[in-house]
């Protein structure tokens, strides 16, 4: 664990170095998190307003398939890139 009250730079990334290593000696320490992605017409309440339109067009834009996972993978990607650029120039 990280004490909250490091006086040097150094010391932090120390003390981050060793948690890395201490994560990737021991798996039991960190949980995976999975997020799901589903259409919105699979949810109930939204298959029914949009089905109370009786509009075929609504229906299929919100009956198209999710993104591929190749494409989620690159814009998670570009997403910590951006992030990690932007904090090293603030």
């Not at 398939?65 to 992030?83: G, R």
Request: hydrophobic fraction near 40%; aromatic fraction near 8%; charged fraction near 20%.
């Amino acid at each position: 664990m990280i004490p909250s009250a490091s006086k040097k730079p150094i010391d932090l990334s120390t003390q981050f170095t060793q948690w890395v290593k201490d994560l990737n000696a021991d798996h039991t320490l960190s949980a995976a998190q999975t997020m799901v992605q589903r259409k919105w017409y699979d949810v109930e309440e939204v298959a029914a307003k949009i089905n109370a339109k009786k509009n075929a067009t609504l229906i299929e834009l919100f009956n198209k398939d999710t993104p591929k996972t190749s494409t989620i993978q690159m814009i998670s990607n570009a997403y910590l890139e951006n992030n990690s650029f932007l904090k090293q120039i603030n």
